[in-house]
């Protein structure tokens, strides 16, 4: 059979997007500052931005200078800046005690950035690998990684971490029943209104790479991530560990890395209707800014085009290292 066809289209969606005002009126995301973490990298020293080589822009900064750019950020109407240190390697040690020391450098970041922008909420990072000589996430025995021994020292790394002043928990270590062990010590020491924000969904990225090197962990790492980071071929185990960390009392929950796994974010959302986030992580930054840098890409243009797609994707927000010039670039 032949089909008839109408003198014309039957709907013209072009219409919509004729003119800016019109785009404007039928947008259905948006992304503005608040919207963003912006994970910043902390070292020992007074004065100190140290550029890192694999992340055009991005610095490791000394305390005071972490603190310039929390007033930064909080001009720019930033709600959170999200700290990870770079350990010194003598104080990484088989213990990983340094996690807990009430001076270290993210607990001591912590404690001046409240001082001086109380209003900007201070993430830090849960887990060991900073601070272990393996460049592991969690303790080894006989060559594994040993879940519940570990539990124990993430929890008085996220207790000291709350007692420096840290508004929002970050675990990322993936061992199995973190969330519950640091609510429940959360609510007996009297911190109740510290938000836990779970890394539910963290993946064995190769997107990680330039990360390792900005906290000096790239050398360390003896072999993989993968007995406890997750498959990047699976889905459903996401959605499990999702329920979980939500169940155990997390409050937020995060997808890592981000744009490879915009599926995640989605069905997240959709499944739990819980404060959904996505970490652009360090090697989708340097894919990005690389490019820019070298004249292959728009790099405010993608920069921003990354950001959004985030958001409609269903995620509340990114933690991402282009927050200020996303910033910037959105408060015109
Ligand atoms: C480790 C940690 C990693 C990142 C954040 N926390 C690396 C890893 O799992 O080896 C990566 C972030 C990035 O690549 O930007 N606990």
Known sequence: MKPTLAPFPATRLRRTRRTPGLRDLVRETTLTPGDFIWPVFVRDGEGIEEPVASMPGVM??????????????????????????????????????????????????TRAIKAAVPDIAVMTDVALDPYSDTGHDGFIENGEIVNDRTVEALVKQAMSQAEAGA?????????????????????????????????????????????????????????????????????????RLIERDLSEGADMI??????????????????????????????????????????????????LESLMAFKRAGCDGVLTYFAPAAAKLLNG
């Open 167 to 239: 508004d929002i928990i970050g675990p990322s270590d993936m061992m199995d029943g973190r969330i519950g062990a640091m609510r429940t010590a959360l609510e007996q020491g009297g911190f109740r209104n510290v938000l836990l924000l779970s890394y539910a969904a963290k993946y064995a990225s190769a997107f990680y790479g330039p990360f390792r090197d900005a906290v000096g962990a790239s050398g360390a790492l003896k072999g993989d991530k993968k007995t406890y980071q997750m498959d990047p071929a699976n889905s459903d185990e996401a959605m």
């Open 60 to 109: 490791r900064r000394s305390v005071d200078k972490v603190v310039e750019a929390a007033v930064e950020a909080h001009a720019l109407g930033i709600p959170a800046i999200c700290l990870f240190p770079y350990t010194d390697p003598s104080k990484r040690t088989e213990d990983c005690a340094e996690a807990w020391n009430p001076n270290n450098l993210s607990n001591t970041a």
């Open 254 to 303: 995060m997808v890592k890395p981000g744009m490879p796994y915009l599926d995640i974010c989605r069905r997240a959302k959709d499944m739990f209707g819980a404060p959904t986030f996505a970490y652009q992580v360090s090697g989708e930054y340097a894919m990005l800014a690389g490019a820019a840098q070298n004249g292959w890409i728009d790099g405010d243009r993608s920069m």
